[in-house]
């Protein structure tokens, strides 16, 4: 009777154990998607900046466009 109860709470103690390894990896892996869920966040943020900082430099002033100045009106001769 005693070697049945020894190795019955040797199983429980494994599967004790089993559980807990089972716990600890799916509360990294619950840390690395909120981690990367945060850096995509912070990503997009910073590609939205980007982008709206791009539009406002296209808009701003075209560089190779030339001017044309409207020469004053002549005096006519009285």
Do not use: C
Not at 27 to 38: D, E
Not at 49 to 72: C, D, I, K, Y
């Amino acid at each position: 009777m005693k070697i049945l109860l020894f190795m019955n709470s040797r199983r429980r103690r494994q599967h004790g154990s089993a559980v807990l390894i089972l716990l600890i990896l799916l509360m990294i892996m619950t840390m690395l998607a909120a981690a990367n869920s945060s850096a995509l966040f912070h990503l997009h943020r910073e590609l939205k900046l980007l982008e709206h900082r791009q539009v406002e430099r296209m808009n701003a002033s075209p560089t190779n466009t030339t001017t044309t100045t409207v020469s004053p009106a002549s005096p006519e001769p009285k």
